[in-house]
Structures are given as structure tokens and as C-alpha cells.
């Protein structure tokens, strides 16, 4: 990073952002649903129980592999109005195995744009989820080395934010969240007073949609990563 940079701050999300994550999850649940075959409800209807277990299961547990797989263990128990057996439960982990694997896809041009901003500017690395699963997949990606600060918490709102912000002395119009999450990466980090990037992703979590502001003159909407490169 040149001296002439060391103003401006760039604060990348992780998952589905950098590397793909939310599109295997979302293979393991249709797997699971499909497996189910439940004989009142269709597919819809399943995925519409699933969702609100995850809901509640991300407030008390917070998020990744270890939490869907609970969900899934849940979803089961509601829909079949009682617990899985071994055999079932086996099923279920076997299921969301591929989950547990230390097995990352990066996102096109990741590697290449952030080996070029990394020698213009100062880049974090801020991600939520199970902290040594969230590790597995940073040292898997071998991303870690242009990052100059890692922070991986539980939750990302506006108190965390505002507490990076603080612990790194950042000056918040020349700081940059960004991310494919407008509930987790974009309003809370405005909300805390930074600029925002919007890289949107197709398989987004539905957790993690909301709605942006379009008349936000500080958010930046990308169409693609390696877009980040004409404009910082």
C-alpha cells in the first residue's frame, strides 16, 4: 500500500462476496427437501418452515454450517411431528457433509482485484459466523494476505461498525464497506456513517435481503467485482 493511499479504507465482506457460499447451502436444502418428501406438503411450503427455523436459529445460534445443519435437524422434527430416528439423522448429516469440507470457490476476479487494491489502499476483512469455520475458509481461499486487519463476529450491525471505526481510528467519508448483503454489509454500515458497495449476488440468503436506499448518493452499486477497480 503506497503512503499516498493510507487514507482510504476498504472493508470487504467474506461470503458471497469473495467466495461462494450461500449457492452450496442452498444445495443442501433442496437436497434435504427433496429427501423429505413430505406427503402434505410440497417443496414451497417445507422451504417456508425451513426459513423460519433458520430465522430463529440465527438469533440464538448465529450462523454457518453447524447452525443449518441444526435447522435441518429441527425443520425434520416439526414437519414429522417427531424426532429422526439414527438412521434419519445420519441421512441428515451425511446431507450437509459437503458443508464441513474445506472447499472454497472464489468469485470471478477476486484474486486478481484485490492483488491490484491491496497497493492502493488499506483492506480489512470484516465477516460474521462461526469464527473457526469462517478461519477454514479465509486460510482456504489463501485471501488472508491482503488484508491488513481480519475481524470475524457474530453479528454485523450497527455497534460493530461503529466499534471498528473506533478501535481503527477510520475516517468514515474515506471508508468503504463492501458487500452482497444490504441487511448485514450496507445499511448498518451506512447507518454507522461509511460509504457503502453493493455487489449483489443471485443466491443471496433471504435473511440478508432488504431493501437500499436508491436515492443514497454513498452507496455505490457494482454490477461485478473487478468493477471496483474503476472507481477506486
Same mark, same amino acid.
Given at each position: 500500500?503506497?503512503?499516498? *493511499?493510507? #487514507?482510504? /479504507?476498504?472493508?470487504?465482506? $467474506?461470503?458471497?462476496? +469473495?467466495?461462494?457460499?450461500?449457492?452450496? &447451502? %442452498? @444445495?443442501?436444502?433442496?437436497?434435504?427437501?427433496?429427501?423429505?418428501?413430505?406427503?402434505?406438503?410440497?417443496?414451497?411450503?417445507?422451504?417456508?418452515?425451513?426459513?423460519?427455523?433458520?430465522? *430463529?436459529? #440465527?438469533? /440464538?445460534?448465529?450462523?454457518? $454450517?453447524?447452525?443449518? +445443519?441444526?435447522s435441518l435437524?429441527?425443520? &425434520? %422434527? @416439526?414437519?414429522?411431528?417427531?424426532?429422526?430416528?439414527?438412521?434419519?439423522?445420519?441421512?441428515?448429516?451425511?446431507?450437509?457433509?459437503?458443508?464441513?469440507?474445506?472447499?472454497?470457490?472464489?468469485?470471478?476476479?477476486?484474486?486478481?482485484?484485490?492483488?491490484?487494491?491491496?497497493?492502493?489502499?488499506?483492506?480489512?476483512?470484516?465477516?460474521?459466523?462461526?469464527?473457526?469455520?469462517?478461519?477454514?475458509?479465509?486460510?482456504?481461499s489463501k485471501?488472508?494476505?491482503?488484508?491488513?486487519?481480519?475481524?470475524?463476529?457474530?453479528?454485523?450491525?450497527?455497534?460493530?461498525?461503529?466499534?471498528?471505526?473506533?478501535?481503527?481510528?477510520?475516517?468514515?467519508?474515506?471508508?468503504?464497506?463492501?458487500?452482497?448483503?444490504?441487511?448485514?454489509?450496507?445499511?448498518?454500515?451506512?447507518?454507522?456513517?461509511?460509504?457503502?458497495?453493493?455487489?449483489?449476488?443471485?443466491?443471496?440468503?433471504?435473511?440478508?435481503?432488504?431493501?437500499?436506499?436508491?436515492?443514497?448518493?454513498?452507496?455505490?452499486?457494482?454490477?461485478?467485482?473487478?468493477?471496483?477497480?474503476?472507481?477506486?
Amino acid at each position: 500500500m503506497t503512503s499516498s *493511499a493510507s #487514507a482510504r /479504507t476498504l472493508i470487504f465482506d $467474506a461470503d458471497d462476496t +469473495l467466495w461462494e457460499n450461500n449457492v452450496l &447451502f %442452498e @444445495r443442501v436444502i433442496d437436497d434435504f427437501l427433496r429427501w423429505m418428501a413430505h406427503p402434505t406438503r410440497d417443496l414451497t411450503e417445507m422451504r417456508a418452515v425451513l426459513d423460519e427455523i433458520e430465522a *430463529a436459529n #440465527a438469533v /440464538t445460534h448465529g450462523y454457518g $454450517a453447524k447452525v443449518l +445443519l441444526r435447522s435441518l435437524h429441527d425443520c &425434520f %422434527e @416439526r414437519l414429522s411431528e417427531r424426532p429422526a430416528d439414527p438412521a434419519e439423522r445420519t441421512a441428515i448429516n451425511e446431507l450437509a457433509g459437503a458443508l464441513s469440507r474445506n472447499e472454497v470457490e472464489l468469485i470471478r476476479d477476486v484474486s486478481t482485484t484485490l492483488e491490484i487494491l491491496a497497493d492502493r489502499y488499506q483492506l480489512m476483512l470484516l465477516t460474521k459466523g462461526d469464527k473457526e469455520e469462517q478461519q477454514r475458509k479465509l486460510d482456504a481461499s489463501k485471501l488472508g494476505r491482503h488484508f491488513e486487519h481480519i475481524h470475524i463476529v457474530p453479528e454485523k450491525n450497527v455497534d460493530t461498525y461503529l466499534a471498528l471505526i473506533d478501535r481503527h481510528g477510520l475516517r468514515t467519508e474515506l471508508t468503504w464497506m463492501i458487500g452482497n448483503s444490504p441487511r448485514s454489509d450496507i445499511r448498518p454500515a451506512r447507518a454507522a456513517g461509511l460509504n457503502a458497495v453493493f455487489i449483489p449476488h443471485e443466491h443471496t440468503w433471504v435473511l440478508e435481503q432488504d431493501d437500499i436506499d436508491a436515492t443514497d448518493d454513498r452507496v455505490l452499486v457494482l454490477t461485478g467485482f473487478a468493477e471496483l477497480l474503476e472507481h477506486f
